[in-house]
């Protein structure tokens, strides 16, 4: 009751805005959780051919990945703020705005569609880790696509770190 | 505060955990002076392995974070074999930590500059690693520009009895 009386005086609440956005800060501070690295797998898909947009680049299938008793809950992009190249060898893209990322899981289902690449970057939020609802995927189902191809070159790669766990 | 059923099952599968949570138990730092020839030498795609280590071994404990201590967080890293200048944040961009069991399957590999904390808003990185071999773990780089004997890496590893 007593915040949204001092936010009805316009004067008070320039006074008080600092204060209440910083309990708001606590509060969130306090209840947030990050993700805990139990598995760890690095994807890519690679940038074939001109950068184009509306297209689909598939990720790289890993073997690891096709278990069905397998549960991804999290994952992590990395540009070449994070990683210069891949273990493949590839050059990580150094562009963030421009890609959006599609995943699907072993029913076909886009379960995360079309999440900007630069969301997930652990960096751009504070240290903080994409959390899922856990799900099987089918890797080679997923991709990623471009939404502006400036600064994208071809035989970059958008490399993720996929965080799972064997149930 | 109520907690949403999803939210339960993540925390009880130690999937996730709240931020503000410490990151273990203990704390121990381990070092990896690089050397000009031999097993600590740098070269590109060259695997650097941890030495054995009688406290992180996994009947006795479960790694709980991983943090690389950076240039920009603590300049001199002093070991046995000598001072050595730890890797920049630069240098972090090219190398991983690779993570793996006494089946020598990997586990984990994780770029180092994930592992820094002034990169990431502070937050440290969870882990939970109850099956490993510590001297079948290492690190690589995929470019050793600016890398040298000069240079070492600092881990801070923390850890809680099982």
Same mark, same amino acid.
């Given at each position: ?6 936010? $009805? ?19 969130? $501070? $306090? ?50 703020? $994070? ?85 | ?36 020839? #031999? ?82 808003? #502070? ?28 240079? #070492? ?10």
């Amino acid at each position: 009751m007593s915040v949204f009386f001092i936010v $009805q005086k316009k004067s008070a609440w320039r006074f008080a805005r600092p204060f209440f956005c910083y309990i708001c800060y606590v509060y969130i $501070q $306090q209840t947030m959780n990050n993700l805990i690295i139990k598995r760890s797998q690095i994807v890519e898909a690679v940038i074939n051919g001109t950068p184009a947009t509306g297209v689909r680049y598939y990720f790289t299938d890993v073997p690891n990945l096709a278990a069905n008793n397998l549960r991804l809950f999290g994952l992590e992009g990395f540009s070449t703020a $994070q990683l210069a190249t891949t273990p493949t060898g590839y050059t990580c893209v150094s562009t963030t705005t421009g890609i959006v990322v599609t995943l699907r899981d072993t029913n076909k289902v886009e379960f995360l569609y079309q999440m900007p690449f630069y969301t997930t970057i652990r960096a751009n939020n504070y240290g903080a880790y994409t959390i899922l609802q856990p799900r099987t995927i089918n890797l080679t189902d997923c991709y990623v696509t471009l939404t502006n191809t400036t600064g994208i070159s071809s035989g970059n790669s958008v490399a993720f770190n996929l965080y799972y766990d064997l149930v | 505060m109520q907690v949403s059923p999803l939210v339960e099952k993540m925390t009880q599968n130690r999937w996730i955990r709240p931020v503000e949570g410490r990151q273990g138990e203990f704390l121990k730092s381990v070092y990896l002076p690089f050397t000009a020839t #031999g097993n600590f030498s740098v070269a590109v795609g060259k695997t650097i392995y941890f030495q054995p280590d009688a406290t992180l071994t996994s009947d006795k404990v479960v790694i709980t974070g991983i943090e690389l201590v950076d240039l920009s967080t603590n300049t001199v890293l002093p070991t046995a074999q000598g001072d050595r200048a730890n890797i920049t944040a630069d240098i972090a961009k090219r190398g991983y930590f690779v993570l793996s069991n006494s089946k020598r399957e990997i586990i984990a590999q994780i770029p180092l500059a994930c592992l820094i904390l002034n990169l990431n808003g #502070g937050r440290p990185t969870f882990t939970y690693f109850d099956d490993f071999q510590w001297e079948n773990c290492s690190i690589y780089f995929q470019d050793i520009t600016g890398l040298s004997a000069a240079n #070492g890496a600092w881990f801070k590893v923390f850890y809680n009895k099982k």
